[in-house]
C-alpha cells in the first residue's frame, strides 16, 4: 500500500487498518504496521510502524519501533527507532524517541525526550494535561 503524507510517500504492508469512519475504545495491540485515520480512545502499540493519517484522533499511548504522525495526539508517544512529525500534526502530552523529525507547521505542546535508551513512560495523559482531557470527554 502506498501512503502519502504531505510530502513523503511511504511504502509499507499495512497488516491492520482503522477507517476514517470508526471510533476504537480501549486498547489496540498489532505486532506488524498499522493505518489509524479513525479515533482511538486507548493505547496503541505495535512492534512494527504505526501511521497516522491525517483525520486520527488518539487520546492515550501510542509505543512502537516508528510513528509517523499527521493527525492529532493528547497522551503519550514512544518510539524505539524514529518518529516522524508531519507538517498537519498536533500533539499535546509527551513525546519519547531517539530520533526525530519535525515538519514545520506541526502544532506541539509536549515534553520531549531524545535519548538512545527509550523506555516507555507510565504517566497518563490526565496526569499532564487534566483540563484538556476533562474538556474533552
Do not use: W
Amino acid at each position: 500500500m502506498r501512503l502519502a503524507l504531505c510530502e513523503r510517500t511511504l511504502y509499507v504492508t499495512l497488516h491492520s487498518y482503522v477507517g476514517s469512519n470508526t471510533t476504537i475504545k480501549g486498547n489496540f495491540e498489532c505486532k506488524e504496521d498499522f493505518l489509524v485515520e479513525g479515533t482511538v480512545e486507548g493505547n496503541l502499540r505495535s512492534e512494527g510502524l504505526i501511521v497516522l493519517g491525517k483525520e486520527s484522533v488518539v487520546k492515550g499511548e501510542v509505543s512502537a519501533k516508528e510513528v509517523a504522525i499527521s493527525g492529532t495526539i493528547v497522551g503519550t508517544v514512544t518510539c524505539l527507532e524514529r518518529l516522524e512529525i508531519f507538517e498537519s500534526a498536533k500533539i499535546k502530552g509527551t513525546i519519547q524517541a531517539p530520533i526525530l523529525k519535525m515538519a514545520s507547521g506541526a502544532q506541539i505542546n509536549a515534553r520531549i525526550i531524545m535519548s538512545r535508551n527509550v523506555e516507555l513512560i507510565s504517566q497518563s495523559p490526565e496526569d499532564s494535561y487534566p483540563s484538556l482531557v476533562k474538556a474533552s470527554k
